[in-house]
Nanobody, 123 residues
Framework: VQLQACGGGVVQAGGSLRLSCADS????????VGWFRQAPGKEREFVAA????????HYTDSVKGRFTISRDSAKNTVYLQMNSLKFEDTAVYYC?????????????????WGQGTQVTVSS
């Protein structure tokens, strides 16, 4: 599995970004995919996850109502639409393929990780 995360950038508070996670080897089609983030000096934390068919999604409380995870199976790509961004959303964002068709918030439930993409929200 080779995951390519992109879409990060610098945005003002209240703005939006859409992250993409492309699976170039098409091996995540039967697995959940998750997004995690890591801010400077902090541990990596779970952001959102989506099941293999997109039927189940869940989010960490701090992004509920602002972020939306989705997937396009035809393109083997998972997206993270981020709206109403806050300064505290600043972090490097990573996508990862779950061990199973449905995955939770624990990083141990994921086996393949992409390189991160930087999101910086200016206040």
């Amino acid at each position: 599995v080779q995951l390519q995360a992109c879409g990060g950038g610098v945005v003002q508070a209240g703005g939006s970004l859409r992250l993409s996670c492309a699976d170039s080897r098409r091996t995540s089609s039967n697995n959940a995919v998750g997004w995690f983030r890591q801010a400077p000096g902090k541990e990596r934390e779970f952001v959102a996850a989506i099941s293999w068919n997109g039927g189940i999604t869940h989010y960490t409380d701090s992004v509920k109502g602002r972020f939306t995870i989705s997937r396009d199976s035809a393109k083997n790509t998972v997206y993270l639409q981020m709206n109403s961004l806050k300064f505290e959303d600043t972090a490097v964002y990573y996508c990862a393929v779950g061990l199973r068709s449905v995955a939770g918030s624990q990083s141990s439930g994921y086996r393949y990780w992409g390189q991160g993409t930087q999101v910086t929200v200016s206040s």
